[in-house]
């Protein structure tokens, strides 16, 4: 069993031992897809002394612009000593957060990753089936401690790595980490709202649905809060830069993506890979959201719905290769248990087309009014959260990058000034600025507004 598995008798009456079963097996805890206690703070074996130090000293060695050199002296160190699943999470924080330093770390982006992270990277990423790249699980969900118990209480909480060694940036990862702890405690009467599908138990999913909808706004109040200890221009300049990927960053200096050293003798086995950067898309709360109210998104990441969605082609032509949404193509950035929890959540059954199917009854009972009404309020709220963080990216991304120019950042070739020249260019007075590239790679307020005009198109039934 996962060392952050919930014993089933912690969830107690009244959800099923099917629920809590679900529950356990894909490693939700009673801090939803956060462990069940807070992250290691440092390896235990004294062998990883060297990942500890420059993980430690990341943020003045980037500054003083030694990051990469120090990276290139350092050994390939072994996986062996790692023994626990916290151990292995650890692991990952540190050297996903060391990739990102070492390729965004200098005036022209690092193509070639060293063997001294990718080597261990690629063994690490491969137990915690994720992708070797700072994932949203290595920047949020395992890079934070707590003064306190409560991970709800974002004053409480502190980040353990970041790349500016700013309160700025620390803010910006906990307030997730808050979000995350605010939801898991609908993940329960949600599941049992699924499973009262097959009975028709009305009240018990309307009750489910209230406490969802009270539990979305509570979340938003959170992000909304970003402003308190975040300034948007160092976010812009300072932070952002070193969260990009390497999927679609062909203008920031990394047409091939990076190449992963595979061999500690051998510099030129490898090979080339573009992954995206960390973003709240690989959030398994935001996407449990989605799946227990039936929103479908169809966008790939680029403002297009997916082929899949789109209008069958003519008999003449030749039809698209179905490709998969960026919701789902993301999952793959989660970590392996938390995936398929979705999946798993996804085949209990279906709100919505209870929702609709009840809608079109000539004749309605009280309670299946209340239903209906809840849903419907559920979704407003979730599109009302969509359109808050669309707010936040327009005050963090859109706004800086019309106010940059290339001198701010120094001649620097990373996310931010090709956000800067992207924002200035056709289109950039524009709101929806077209051609800004979120850290993910996709077309950041498109893709965003796409995401909310879908969810609010799941509530009208």
Known sequence: MSPHAVPVSDLGSPYSESVAYLMQKHAVTSNGF????????????????????????????????????????????????????????????????????????????AEILPASISVPLLKVAKTLELPPVLAYAGSNLWNFTTSGRDFTDVDSLRCLHTFTGTEDESWFFVISVAMEAQAA???PPCLAALEAIKTRDYPAITSALIEMDECISKVGALIERMHERCDPDV??????????????????????GVFYSESATDPEKGQWRQLRGGSNGQS??????????????????????SPASSPAPSVRSSPEPTKPSFHEEVRDYMPGPHRRFLTAVSQMGSIHELAATVAQLDVRTAEQDDFVSSYKRATQTL???????????????????????????GGKKDLASVSAS?????????????????????TLIPFLKQARDETAEAGDV
């Open 34 to 109: 956060l462990p069940a206690k807070a992250p290691l703070c440092r390896l235990p074996d004294m062998y990883y002394l060297a990942w500890e130090r420059i993980a430690n000293e990341m943020p003045v060695l980037l500054n003083n612009g030694t990051l990469r050199s120090r990276v290139d002296s350092m050994d390939v160190l072994s996986t062996e000593y790692l023994r626990s699943e916290p151990e292995w999470r650890r692991a990952f924080v540190i050297l996903s957060f060391l990739t990102h330093a070492y390729v965004w770390g200098g005036q022209e982006p």
């Open 284 to 305: 398994s709360m935001i996407q449990f959201f989605d799946v227990v109210l039936g929103v479908q998104h169809t966008n790939e990441g680029n403002g297009r719905p």
């Open 185 to 187: 405690a609908i993940i």
């Open 383 to 409: 599109t009302a959260f969509r359109n808050i963080h669309i707010q936040i990216v327009t005050r963090y991304i859109v706004l800086p990058s019309r106010r940059a120019t290339q001198r701010d950042a």
């Open 422 to 442: 992207a924002a200035s260019g056709p289109g950039g007075d524009d709101d929806s600025a077209p051609e800004l590239k979120g850290t993910g790679g996709t």
């Open 235 to 256: 976010f812009y300049h300072k932070i952002r830069p070193f969260l990009a990927g390497s999927k679609n960053m062909e203008a920031a200096g990394l047409p091939k």
